[in-house]
């Protein structure tokens, strides 16, 4: 069976067994067994959302923090555009970045800045081709993993195009690896991630063999110590994003970027596995490209930020009209010394992630789904959750695979509850023949 690496973590001593994780859940990955939420690896997604409705904060977000930079000569942060919403925009991006500097990272790389080539590259990509429209943005990795586990049809209208935080990890690594003469191995490069999707697309990527990236530290982990760091003076770097770049941070900020007119662009989770729904239909084939984001607003709704998602983006959009109006060469496309040849990735095909099987046995295996829809009838199609699974269709599953029985369902075990009482009663008036009196036609009354 395969492994998993899940950034998304449950802590059983604060869960309850309460249901809004199991009904929040956009693949169904989550069950209450025993009072405590189990996570089923292979469904999960990592997209925090059961994160964002845990009333308990059991759900919790597993990151890399400062202490590991001391395992690597020279370290490099890439910090996302969302970053910078945490901020007012009167603190500029270049006091951001040196705070990071101020944090033990060696440099910094803009993610915005290999966000803008990312945009000039599916400009090209949407120019010359148009088979599996609408094309799907391949920027977040949770978007990318709901695909693989529910829409696996879907799987090739992913732009083959790098994300922008793995193409910084990538050029930031090889060109100071030849800069400083330093092995590549000896370079920590850390991702400052919004959300949890993104550390495991760092731990476990989906479309390469390694990731250059060797690690992701949560915006909420060291926010705190950059707030301290903040500084009036920043001396020591440069913005080299212009606002297109800095803009991927808001939902439709990609598309804008892309400069391309028939696209649409979906966020929140339930919103993109809604628009999902619609492309498998072939509903949105007039569509040329679909920029899908599972956290609401954009990255700066992650699980991982600090700032509530609406001052973000109040935030976001203050610094973007700052930046235009700076002016500072952003009437032209920000350069990036790259060359694709150069840092040639190996990349490998996104397959679909197999999360029900009912037997390897392909007859028992459509006998057990004949068995599903017989006990799917059985139950009362309510969808609570009560039994611990996210819907009746969900339970009738796990009963048939055994996992679960169906006095699980409160209604059915009301219902068998009511028949055993009903059948004590009538067990409770019925007397042994030694002890009924002869009726008047000379038979014993065995009621």
């Not at 990349?347 to 789904?369: G, N, T």
């Not at 699980?408 to 009196?437: G, W």
Request: a negative charge; charged letters at 25%; aromatic letters at 6%.
């Amino acid at each position: 069976m395969q492994e998993y690496f899940h950034s998304v973590r449950l802590d059983t001593d604060k869960c309850k067994g309460c249901v809004n994780c199991i009904k929040r859940c956009p693949t169904e990955a989550i069950r209450i067994r025993g009072g405590k939420a189990q996570i089923i690896e292979s469904r999960c997604i990592d997209c925090g959302e059961c994160i964002r409705r845990c009333p308990n904060h059991a759900k919790t977000a597993f990151t890399d923090n400062l202490q590991d930079l001391a395992n690597y000569r020279w370290n490099i942060a890439l910090p996302a555009p969302a970053l910078y919403s945490q901020f007012n925009y009167e603190v500029s991006i270049e006091q951001i970045l040196e705070a990071l500097l101020s944090l033990g990272f060696d440099e910094v790389f803009e993610v915005a800045l290999a966000a803008e080539y990312v945009s000039s590259q599916i400009h090209d990509y949407l120019e010359n081709n148009t088979g599996n429209r609408p094309y799907i943005s391949s920027a977040c990795p949770a978007v990318v993993r709901l695909i693989q586990v529910k829409f696996p049809e879907l799987i090739d209208h992913i732009i083959p195009v790098d994300s922008p935080a793995a193409l910084a990890g990538r050029i930031a690594k090889c060109q100071s690896s030849a800069r400083l003469g330093i092995p590549p191995e000896q370079i920590g490069v850390w991702f400052i991630t919004p959300c949890p999707a993104k550390v495991t697309a760092v731990k476990q990527p989906v479309d390469m063999e390694i990731s250059y990236i060797n690690g992701a530290i949560g915006i909420a982990e060291i926010y705190g110590e950059l707030l301290k760091n903040i500084g009036q003076n920043a001396n020591n770097v440069k913005r080299t994003a212009t606002y297109k770049g800095v803009g991927w941070a808001l939902a439709g900020g990609e598309t804008k970027a892309t400069g391309r007119d028939s696209t649409l662009s979906a966020h929140g989770i339930q919103s993109v596995n809604d628009i999902l729904e619609q492309v498998v239909l072939g509903k949105l084939n007039d569509i040329e490209y679909l920029e899908c984001q599972a956290c609401a607003g954009g990255c700066i709704g992650g699980p991982l930020m600090v700032q509530n998602r609406f001052v973000a983006e109040k935030n976001m959009k203050k610094r973007l009209e700052f930046i235009k109006n700076q002016g500072l060469n952003d009437d032209k496309e920000a350069q990036i010394n790259y060359d694709p040849a150069e840092y040639a990735l190996v990349k490998q095909k996104i397959e679909p992630r197999s999360i029900l099987r009912l037997d390897s046995d392909i007859v028992k295996a459509m006998q057990k789904m004949e068995l599903i829809e017989k006990t799917l009838a059985r139950l009362p199609g309510l969808d609570c959750g009560s039994c611990g699974s996210p819907s009746c269709k969900a339970l009738a599953e796990d009963i048939v695979q055994g996992h679960a029985s169906e006095t699980d369902c409160v209604f059915k075990l009301r219902e068998r509850v009511k028949a055993l009482a009903e059948e004590m009663v009538d067990l409770a008036q019925k007397l042994p023949p030694s002890l009924n009196k002869e009726n008047e036609e000379g038979f014993y009354d065995r009621r």
